[in-house]
């Protein structure tokens, strides 16, 4: 096998992104600390639009069940109601579990965001929001790729970690990654873990002036991994047994127990699809709660599992677009704009839906069918790299180029 067929299978097998530029593999600074990788932060990205306007419903408003009087949240306390949040919104019934988070003050919800770009396209919506420059596909990366570059510290490969089939947009770029296609499978030996195989190869590209860098920085990140895993008895005992229906619990378990064996992983990015609701969406039960009900099952152990780390941990949860604030004729709802951000974290100030929220009268709402963008999206994930990462001025111009200048009057995370 030539050596670049060989480089090219094993990057592929791994989920292992080796830039091959002159500067790919520098040092992105000067480390912050002792720990430049102390600060977390986990991206869930909810491929197929999510309904916000039921994952924090308006149930104080009362257009709510009159643009959707089959498949609204009744009020709390009703039988199939909302979780009461502040009164004014409530929290889908299926996600029970995130309410001690809520009442602890470590979620918040921001309504009223999204893209300001006004496609309803899935893929053109998911690519904006993974690369932070809406209305622009010429943009080459990620804009988790290049907040990891930015960061002070030096650029290990697993330092970025993406789960799901294949290495995602937001993590493509000139900053190494590596990518799993889930933590179950990714954490299984292969074929140079072999003693003998392993040490042949090791001494075929031992010094290689093109090829070597790449090819010891590849070996080490899946070592990095493998390792985390090996020490991890919730892994080993997860192996054996059932996962939950779609998987996200145990897999979240998985990435907490990888978190805290392995203290260089500093973001992760994961996809979960099954949000297209067009029909038969069903209100406080249904085709929505069943794929809410393991998310926030998987959130809450994914905070439970960090532990202590979570407190240096912000979660954020985004969708490429809300959905239409009327139900349609088939019991679901169509592609619509504004939606609702999740932010998790020990140091979150939550306990609060936030954001500019305009209600839903027919002169409130976008296109007269959509809850309006009152919030870009990227003015949340700036004033977390700001204020949790602790990016200046000028990195985030860097990673989130053109962004709006209206920054939120609301404040997501503390000191």
């Known amino acids: 096998m030539k050596r670049r067929d060989f480089l090219n299978t094993l990057a592929l097998g791994a989920g292992i992104v080796l830039p091959l530029g002159p500067h790919a593999w520098a040092a992105t600074g000067p480390a912050s600390g002792d720990n430049p990788t102390r600060k977390k932060l986990v991206v ?15 149930v104080g408003d009362e257009n709510y069940l009159r643009l959707r009087p089959g498949i609204g949240l009744a009020s709390p306390g009703m039988e199939g109601g909302a979780l009461n949040l502040d009164g004014y919104f409530g929290l889908h019934p299926a996600l029970a579990s995130l309410q001690p988070l809520w009442q602890q003050k470590k979620l918040a919800f921001v309504h009223a965001s999204g893209s300001p770009d006004a496609t309803r396209s899935h893929f053109d919506a998911q690519d904006y929001m993974e690369s932070a420059t809406p209305g622009r596909k010429s943009t080459p990366d990620g804009w988790m790729n290049r907040l990891v570059a930015a960061l002070p510290g030096t650029a290990t490969p697993s330092r970025l970690l993406g789960i799901g089939p294949v290495m995602p947009r937001i993590l493509a770029g000139q900053a190494a990654a590596v990518n799993l296609p889930n933590v179950a499978s990714g954490t299984k030996s292969d074929l ?64 907490a127990a990888l978190m805290r064996n392995d203290p260089k992983i500093q973001m992760a990015f994961v996809a979960l699809g099954g949000w297209d609701t067009h029909v038969n969406q069903g209100a406080g039960a249904g085709q929505l709660a069943n794929r809410l009900a393991p998310l926030g099952q998987g959130l809450a152990v994914l905070a439970e599992r960090l532990g202590p780390l979570f407190d240096d941990t912000v979660v954020v949860v985004m969708s490429e677009f809300g959905r239409t604030a009327r139900e349609n004729g088939t019991g679901g709802t169509d592609h619509g704009h504004g939606n609702v951000m999740w932010v998790l974290g ?70």
Not at 47 to 58: F, Q
Not at 216 to 240: F, I, N, S, Y
Not at 385 to 398: C, I, P
């Open 192 to 255: 140079l873990d072999r003693p003998a195989i392993g040490a042949a190869f090791d001494q075929l590209y031992a010094n290689h002036a093109r090829f070597g860098r790449a090819y010891e920085d590849g070996r080490k990140a899946h070592r990095e991994v493998m390792q985390a895993a090996l020490e991890t008895p919730q892994m080993q005992a997860a192996d054996r047994g059932a996962p939950l229906p779609n998987g996200f619990p145990d897999d979240a378990a998985r990435l």
């Open 44 to 58: 869930v990205m909810l491929r197929g639009a999510v309904d916000g306007l039921n994952v924090v419903a308006p």
């Open 346 to 415: 020990g140091k979150v100030n939550g306990g609060r839906v936030l954001g500019d929220w305009q209600g839903l009268e027919e002169a409130a709402l976008n296109e007269g069918r959509d809850l309006p963008v009152t919030t870009d999206f990227r003015s949340v994930l700036a004033q977390l790299a700001e204020r949790h990462l602790l990016l200046t001025d000028k990195q985030l111009e860097q990673v989130f180029p053109a962004m709006p200048q209206k920054s939120p009057a609301f404040r997501l995370v503390g000191a």
